[in-house]
């Protein structure tokens, strides 16, 4: 039996477990984000076989960008990203520039779900920032909107994916 199955489940708890599926693995949709960067080269990574859409490069990065800004979000940044913050622009398209930036994703990845695990779960119905100017949505919302994120990102670099072969 593993820690979190001897006690009581938390709903930060499914919250992790939520990521971690949608990110490494076992989600019930199909492959994970690293499954589906898993064998991917710095070249496929970079191509644009669906004319105006982002690369699987560009969203990597993007997935990341957006996981970061939920972390700095519960660290109490804002974290309102720029156009450059959003989309990075990629200037080495080297195999050694992919790989670190298939490591800086898992490595955002890996900070964000430990600030999650340490979240004070009284604080998920609260405002994740509390700012008079700018509303921002709950913790939990928050949180779920970043895995809902990853998800939807999953899908275009599946797509994305399937277009190589067809190049």
Known sequence: MTPMEQRSITEVDR???QFRRAFEGEAWHGPSVLALLD???A???AAHPI???HSI???TLHIAAWERACLRRLQGDPAQLSDEEDWRPIYDTS???WENTKKYLVD???ELLDA???LDESRLNEPIIVNSSTPFSTVYVTLHGGVQHDLYHAGQIAMLKKALVNL
């Open 51 to 53: 004319p105006g859409a």
């Open 116 to 118: 999650i695990a340490n």
């Open 15 to 17: 919250i992790i477990d």
């Open 43 to 45: 070249q496929q990574a």
């Open 39 to 41: 064998g991917v080269t």
């Open 57 to 59: 490069w560009d969203l």
């Open 95 to 97: 195999e050694t520039a």
């Open 108 to 110: 955002t990845h890996r």
